[in-house]
């Protein structure tokens, strides 16, 4: 059985192509409120089954949030892939501080999967707070 990533009134479905491994939890101003835990999927991986009622949210046109409009629910993002050019504490993977990402990466909310198996997940914490 697919695992599905869903809002709650099942408005917004998406299907993950495997159970995830590795996810992330960030402390920036907007993850931290949300309470989410990030999954990374390259365009095309991901199937989305239902987005009736997908909304979105963005504070600079950088990273769009997706959010349920009928329940509320923060379900996935669509942003640039930051995790390509800087490590996990923000500091640049090549030395080139201030570089954008060309690519760009999904994130799906793991705390909208029912059956997740979350002993499979490594979760690591990321410092967006300072570094962004």
Same mark, same amino acid.
């Given at each position: ?28 101003? %907007? *993850?931290?409120?949300? @309470? ?6 390259? #365009? ?7 987005? &009736? /009622? ?6 600079s ?5 997706? %959010? *349920?409009?009928?329940? @509320? ?6 942003? #640039? ?7 996990? &504490? /923000? ?13 760009r ?25 300072s570094?962004?």
């Open positions: 059985m697919p695992l599905i990533a869903t809002c709650h009134c099942g408005s917004t479905k998406i299907a993950l192509p495997a159970q995830p491994s590795q996810a992330k939890s960030c402390n920036c101003s %907007f *993850c931290a409120r949300t @309470g989410a835990v990030w999954a990374y999927y390259k #365009p095309g991986e991901l199937d989305f089954v239902s987005l &009736d /009622g997908d909304a979105t949210y963005s504070a046109g950088l990273n769009q949030h997706h %959010f *349920c409009s009928k329940c @509320g629910m923060q379900t996935w993002g669509d942003s #640039p892939d930051w995790a390509s050019m800087y490590n996990a &504490d /923000g500091t640049p993977k090549d030395g080139n501080a201030g570089g954008m990402p060309t690519e990466i999904y994130a799906v909310n793991l705390n909208t999967v029912d059956d997740l198996d979350w002993s499979a997940v490594v979760v690591e914490a990321v410092d967006g707070r570094s962004w």
